[in-house]
């Protein structure tokens, strides 16, 4: 009977949902996936971006992240991002639902994340996009230009 409890233990633990089930909670940022298999970032400063990418990565996101400059796609976003990721409001910090499954195979969700200043005032920016592996990113710096939507 203890075997049968051990193997039914390993068979569950190796299961798909299992391996991108994350809780990662940490003072710069979050990451945690959902019982639905959605995966909620909150980035609150700019540290440790290789770790980021990683627990995105163990969430089933694979990712290019830029921290310390916005970085968007050459060529256009993929028409999936939408349905892929949703930004929410959050009081100065980047929050955001992603859905790995809505990606499609062979894509990266790319973000940029940076703090832009002008004189002593500074706020954070960033960006997001859906590309193909390997598409070329461009990066920006400096003061951002008006949203000609607000």
């Known amino acids: 009977m203890t075997a049968l409890g051990i193997g039914l233990a390993l068979t569950l633990s190796s299961s798909p ?8 909670n940490l003072e710069a ?10 995966v909620k970032v909150t980035i609150r400063e700019l540290k440790d ?3 980021l990418s990683q627990t995105l990565a163990d969430a089933g996101v694979p990712v290019r992240l830029t921290f ?15 349905r ?4 929410l409001a959050g009081r100065g910090d980047v929050v955001l639902t992603i859905d790995p499954a809505a990606m499609p195979t062979g894509t ?8 832009f200043r002008q004189g002593s005032e500074q ?16 990066c920006h710096t400096g003061k951002p230009k008006p949203d000609p939507t607000a």
Not at 17 to 24: G, L, N
């Open 17 to 24: 949902s299992a391996a991108r089930t994350v809780h990662v």
């Open 29 to 38: 940022w979050s990451v945690n996936t959902t019982s639905v298999g959605l």
């Open 49 to 51: 971006p290789a770790r």
């Open 68 to 82: 310390g400059r916005v970085c968007s796609p050459v060529s256009g976003d993929l028409p999936q991002l939408p």
């Open 84 to 87: 892929v990721l949703h930004k």
């Open 108 to 115: 990266n969700l790319v973000i940029g994340i940076g703090t």
């Open 123 to 138: 706020w954070p920016a960033a960006a997001f996009g859906l590309i193909k592996d390997g598409s070329p990113l461009a």
